[in-house]
């Protein structure tokens, strides 16, 4: 089945500590977004790819970057982890960009920093 | 500005039961409306969308929404509740027309569901 993966799924780090976060899907969707969810708290987007065009937004902080080295695949990285990017992880995609796409999510992954 | 409520943090009801979360919309053009469903420790799975035509839009597991133009509504139903529905839900939002060739999704602060035996 077509699917969006996310590794791992659980994820512990240290305070400062830089730590990936990756996603694969086999969609073949344009479109991969990044979001950070927090206790139960809607999601809140990082950034998104447009095919190989990086969107940022503007409040995300400068601590998390992205990389996407193919359409399969979107790394995120957290260069150094504080206490308060603990939260779930999620990644998505869709088609296209356009207003009536549906976004598919992964499973996500949890992040603690210790 | 797009935004979206979900003015009930929880609902409680009945297995067996029908169910209702609300969702209200605001958007400058035309709305594009989404559900989606989180179990614990799991990513948000799509339910359904309205993109345009019949107000009723049914989805995945049973679940409907009915948009409502006039009172800016998209209330996720069904009409008979499980036990296994108890979810986290998200109503979101896309607004049109398109702003520097992408408008993002806006999600509600959520509605637990709870369906008690």
């Known amino acids: 089945d077509a699917m969006v993966i996310q590794n791992p799924r659980y994820q512990v780090t240290q305070f400062g500590k830089p730590v990936t976060l990756s996603c694969s899907q086999t969609l073949n969707h344009n479109v991969m977004y990044w979001y950070q969810q927090k206790s139960s708290q809607a999601p809140k987007l990082l950034f998104h790819?447009?095919?190989?065009?990086?969107?940022n937004e503007a409040d995300t902080p400068d601590n998390f970057q992205s990389r996407r080295p193919n359409t399969s695949f979107c790394f995120l990285d957290i260069r150094s982890p504080g206490l308060g990017d603990a939260a779930m992880y999620l990644c998505a995609t869709s088609s296209l960009a356009g207003a009536t796409d549906t976004q598919y999510f992964g499973p996500g992954t949890r992040l603690t920093v210790l | 500005a797009q935004s979206v409520a979900q003015p009930e943090d929880q609902v409680n009801v009945a297995e067996g039961n029908p169910l209702t979360v609300k969702c209200t919309y605001s958007?400058?053009?035309?709305?594009?409306l989404f559900w989606y469903v989180q179990y614990p420790n799991r990513g948000l799975q799509f339910l359904l969308k309205?993109?345009?035509?019949?107000?009723l839009v049914k989805g995945s597991y049973g679940f409907e929404a009915e948009f409502n133009k006039s009172q800016t509504s998209f209330h996720l139903k069904k009409p008979s509740a499980l036990v296994s529905d108890s979810a986290l839900y998200f109503c979101?939002?896309?607004?049109?027309?398109?702003?520097?060739?992408?408008?993002?999704?806006?999600f509600g602060a959520g509605t637990r569901l709870a369906v008690h035996p």
């Open positions: 309205y993109i345009t035509g019949d107000n």
């Open positions: 958007v400058s053009g035309n709305p594009y």
């Open positions: 790819y447009y095919d190989k065009d990086f969107n």
């Open positions: 979101a939002v896309r607004d049109s027309p398109l702003i520097d060739g992408y408008n993002k999704l806006i």
